[in-house]
């Protein structure tokens, strides 16, 4: 019998840990909530109308389909049973477990609201394929309402949009709904203008994308304050509901009306992180990251792997490693090469040292930020280097063709290629917390009385 390889999440960890053991003499189960592989970074742009989901997010079987020691399974580990080796998953409507020899758990990351989840409702994340066609829906539909109102106020409320969070996402998203409400819709409405949109970029802390360092941090706010952004620093988000969101900074208390809010502040591991430390008896961050050994594997546990944003393990700086796909890639390349050394006699054990590749921030068509070790670029320079790096890692041809296509028309024409957004976009994903799962009330409606 084969060793036995049970990969969680196909994430950029995941994923890269699965193409390193193309050639080993390993049976992997691959188990993801979704039939897709996420590329996160650009969920903006899905929101804003410039890409289409499918162009990142490639199906995970068309990934792997010429690697033939992969077994794709959808669903959700709920449990580890460390013991026996063994993870309990529940799919839609169904539940299945799976055994494992070696199991590696790269399951991402979730959005954190710092124990506010009620704001959720209000003001959806950036963590999903959901999340972005939620937003879009709320983003486009907010313009459309916009033009029917007849009150000023009422007009000013859904002309303004909010942004919880100045790191690269946030700032991202900020830039470019500024860029629509500028330069793309002006003139398609008869009574609104978009121009007069308010479009405010909030974050607890002092700085726009802080962790780029104050000279690129700077240039960043500036060229937001171009685009029209209004950048409130050193305010807190106490209060977020239907009409409006409420901050709290030296100036005091505020309530900003506004129907459209986006949340970009925080991450935090997904709660089977807590289950796998509970299993294991492993201990967590406040953010719930597992802290794991210097090779990613959890003390105690040599056959359990933790990767990416869901690991706790220091840096060459003594500061835990950053929640970024670079960590991922590389962390997944590093557990699957302890694999192969164990398989072969080989000592194990190593290490992970992640080498830092340096970080990016699109603000603007044609103008990003760019810090690469010594090296720190703005305004052009930074914006080819973000799309030739997003273009290398994002899947397949036929991807980097349609992204370099819808890129084309909206950095050097005007329009958005993605448009479309529909009342269920806007509205299922409430629904669904309400209704609960689909699949398994139909397996319960569809299910003879028992005798």
Known sequence: MRHRVVVVGAGFGGLFAIKALRRADVDITLINGTAYHLFQPLLYQVATG???????????????????NVDVRLGWVQDVDVENKVVSVSGPGIDYTVGYDTLIVAAGASQ??????????????????????????RIFGAF???????????????LTFVVVGAGPTGTE???????????????????????????????AVGAVLNTFGDRLSGRARKQLEKLGVEVMLNTKVVGVDTTGIEVESERGAERIPTMTKVWAAGVAAPTLA???????????????????EKDTTIPGHPEIFVLGDMMNLAGEDGRP???VAQVAI?????AADQIKRRLTGKPDKQPFKYFDKGSLA???RFSAVASIGKLHLSGFPAWVVWVAVHLFYLVGFKNRVTAVLHWAVSFLGRGRSERVATQQQAFARRALRLYGDPFRREAEETRPPVA
């Open 321 to 323: 490693l950053p929640g």
């Open 144 to 158: 459309e309402v916009a033009d029917l109102q007849t009150d000023p106020a009422d007009k000013e409320r859904w």
């Open 362 to 364: 699109t603000i603007s």
């Open 50 to 68: 410039i890409l289409s989901e499918g162009e990142i997010a490639p199906p995970i079987r068309e990934v792997l389909k010429r690697q033939k």
């Open 173 to 203: 998203m900020a830039g470019q709904i500024a860029e629509l409400a500028h330069r793309t819709l002006p003139s398609q409405y008869r009574h609104i203008d978009t121009t007069k949109s308010r479009i405010i970029l909030v974050d």
């Open 330 to 334: 590389q962390s997944g390349r590093h």
């Open 274 to 292: 807590t289950k796998l430390a509970d299993a294991t008896g492993a201990k967590t961050d406040r953010a719930g990251r597992v802290f794991v």
């Open 112 to 137: 954190s609201y710092f124990g506010n989840d009620e704001f959720a409702e209000y003001a959806p994340g950036m963590k999903s394929i959901d999340d972005a066609l939620e937003l879009r829906a």
